[in-house]
């Protein structure tokens, strides 16, 4: 799906606290009039036009509010009669589906608090780097920005890769204004997650909820910095629309939620919240066409648990098996007109890996592996991925135009061990 996009953050300033809402209440007076008096004619007609304004207002409301809201939960809407009072019978919890606790225990959280809560736990993240351009590869510096979740008091953050990818230096600002550098611990591609370190302590840190736990309909808040630093701290609400949904960026499948809260350029990285105040997804896609709209998505917490468990403690997400290649695909049409046999053609071997060890060569197509027909390198992936560190693939190579068998005993990919870190 090439349409999505990786939209970075920039600053993650303070959060205003704004007056609580109040639930839609449509109800007639029922005081009784003490004594009548007549009024004059140009009264009545103002106060008719009013009464006819507000009963208008609250049928539209009854109608309009109370089934959108029901709609997102398990129950039907129900309409009031005339004359009742619907407060303490609208419950905007329920119809939200925020009703019952975490799984901590906790009782769902007014939107204001969340925001009070969580606010100060997403901060901003400038990235700069170097790039190369022009007819001459002139160097230049680059600088791009998104956010992040502090996770520890004592300064590790969560982010994602593609924020934080290719810098030479990292500046976190927190929503204090508070500038720190920052290094990186550890990146993982594969799920588009990095976490960074400031050295500070006494710091605001966000609790990782179980995105397992969330059903479709339930509210979804999402806490970043939407086009830069004006617009830092900036909170915005929906649902979950879908859960375990695959999305294609780059040529790399990911699960992702999907939500309608807006994620607009400058979210990266950001909080995805439940009604609790927990974290249950990390900001990171949204769909960019013409006239699309509400189609964001953000890395499940229970995916970014363990890569970042892994990723503090080792640099890396260990147990992934590894051959140590990179190639791409031979197709019919690149296989006649370079006559060579369709499958994976390795293009590098990485030095020290498991395919040095066997013996391939950059040059080599590999048509099989553990005896099936292999075409694409997604196809080679989805095998390896089937087996653990340590374990043999039968790989079936065509070099030189002679078929040969090799056996490649998988190695943990430790590729994305930072080195060096910046600022460091």
Request: one cysteine or more; hydrophobic letters at 35%; glycine letters at 10%.
């Amino acid at each position: 799906m090439s349409d999505y996009k990786w939209y970075p953050d920039d600053y993650q300033m303070g959060i205003e606290p704004h007056k609580k809402e109040t639930s839609l209440i449509v109800s007639e007076a029922t005081e009784q009039p003490k004594k009548k008096k007549k009024m004059k004619p140009w009264v009545v007609a103002l106060v008719t036009a009013l009464i006819t304004s507000l009963l208008c207002t609250g049928v539209l409301g009854a109608f309009v509010f109370v089934p959108a809201l029901s709609s997102l939960s398990s129950g039907s809407a129900v309409i009031y009669r005339d004359g009742e009072d619907m407060r303490n019978k609208v419950d905007l919890s329920t119809a939200l589906g925020l009703q019952g606790e975490s799984a901590s225990g906790q009782e769902p959280m007014s939107i204001v608090d969340i925001a009070r809560q969580v606010g100060p736990a997403v901060v901003g993240i400038v990235a700069t780097g170097e790039s190369s351009s022009g007819m001459f590869l002139i160097p230049s510096q680059t600088q791009s920005s998104g956010s992040g979740i502090i996770i520890s008091s004592d300064g590790y953050i969560v982010t994602n890769n593609h924020v934080v990818e290719n810098a030479t230096s990292l500046k976190v600002t927190l929503n204090t204004m508070e500038e720190y550098d920052a290094k990186i611990v550890g990146t993982d591609p594969q799920t588009d997650l990095a976490v960074i370190k400031i050295e500070a302590t006494g710091l605001t840190s966000a609790v990782l909820g179980n995105s397992s736990d969330v059903e479709v309909g339930e509210l979804a808040i999402a806490i970043g910095n939407p086009l830069g630093q004006e617009l830092a701290g900036t909170v915005t609400t929906g649902i979950i629309s879908a859960t375990n949904r695959q999305v294609t960026v780059d040529d790399v499948e990911y699960t992702l939620l999907q939500t309608d809260a807006a994620i607009n350029e400058g979210n990266s990285g950001g909080a995805l919240v439940n009604a609790y105040g927990e974290v249950i997804g990390i900001n990171s896609v949204k769909m960019a066409s013409t006239g699309v709209e509400g189609l964001g998505f953000a890395i499940p917490s229970d995916i970014a648990k363990p890569v970042i468990s892994d990723l503090i403690e080792y640099g890396y997400v260990t147990g992934r098996p590894v051959i140590g290649i990179t190639g791409r695909n031979i197709t019919e049409e690149m296989s006649r007109y370079y006559d060579l046999p369709v499958g994976v053609y390795i293009q590098s071997i990485t030095e020290f890996s498991a395919a040095e060890k066997a013996g391939l060569r950059p040059g080599d197509v590999i048509i099989q592996c553990d005896g099936q027909t292999i075409e694409t390198v997604d196809e080679l992936n989805e095998i390896r991925d089937q087996h653990q560190v340590g374990d043999t693939l039968a790989l079936t190579v065509v070099r030189d135009g002679q078929r040969m068998d090799v056996s490649v005993t998988l190695q943990e990919d430790r590729s994305s061990v930072p080195t060096p870190n910046p600022n460091e």
